[in-house]
């Protein structure tokens, strides 16, 4: 019974992002806790499903040329590092139990911010306004790569909808598919290495994760014939005050 629900949560998660494009692990995460998952296990096997489910994405963006390469290997040069350099600290503590309330404190604020970008990012971008050269861009988003390493590895939560926001802030005149394609093709490699890691921790379930790649991949494809159908502007929202309150829970609570 256990995996019939685990089943329906990949797929309520996977309709929702082709839907809205809001991050799975911003979802995918939350949802797990509520099914009484521990934390270190809902966030490493949430980062090996995100790996995978996404790895066929890169290929499609790649082929049709969305995928920047010189901002992708700029960002993973901070950011594997950062992931590798996470996983060793968490090796350090004897227990999971020990280091529960990093993971989920982590969590709450990563919830809280993705939640805010995703009602003010347009307005987050124009308000910044940030032009900078191609070869100062890149040295910001190297260190941005190693901060969001950290976080990703923490939390299972960012590496699509905080690093989609940072590209749109330091390159406003990339052209969306461009974005979306370089983001990808950075979060698969960062998502796939903290998963690994976490693995080696021994915090990934693979039944959980069998039974979320079986609900999801069909209804992501669901969900991307049926967007231009939704009212998005009305529905993102929704998703990002539930995923409010849900980083407040897990931040204060």
């Not at 989609?164 to 979306?180: D, G, S």
Request: aromatic content about 8%; glycine content about 12%; hydrophobic content about 55%.
């Amino acid at each position: 019974m256990d995996f019939f629900w685990y089943i329906c949560a990949g797929a309520a998660v996977g309709l929702a992002v082709g839907i809205t494009g809001v991050g799975g692990g911003s979802l995918m995460t939350p949802l797990l806790l509520m099914l009484g998952i521990p934390p270190h296990i809902a966030i490493g096997t949430d980062l090996m499903y995100a790996g995978i489910a996404k790895s066929t994405g890169v290929v499609m963006h790649a082929k049709r040329g969305n995928v920047n390469w010189k901002i992708v290997f700029a960002m993973a040069a901070g950011s594997l590092p950062a992931s590798f350099l996470t996983v060793w600290a968490l090796s350090r503590f004897e227990k999971p139990d020990h280091y529960q309330e990093i993971l989920t404190g982590s969590l709450g604020l990563m919830l809280v911010v993705t939640a805010v970008v995703i009602l003010f990012r347009s307005k987050l971008t124009k308000a910044l306004n940030i032009h900078v050269s191609e070869k100062m861009g890149t040295k910001i988003i190297f260190i941005c790569g190693f901060i969001l390493g950290i976080l990703v590895t923490l939390t299972s939560v960012g590496a699509g909808a905080l690093g989609t926001a940072i590209m749109m802030i330091l390159f406003p005149i990339m052209r969306a598919k461009n974005i979306v394609g370089t983001d990808l093709a950075h979060a698969v490699p960062l998502t796939l290495v903290a998963g690994i890691g976490h693995l080696l921790l021994g915090n990934v379930d693979y039944t959980l994760l069998v039974a979320l790649l079986i609900g999801s991949i069909p209804t992501i494809y669901i969900g991307t014939r049926i967007a231009s159908h939704v009212p998005n502007h009305i529905l993102q929202p929704i998703l990002a005050t539930a995923l409010l309150s849900f980083g407040v829970k897990y931040l204060f609570f």
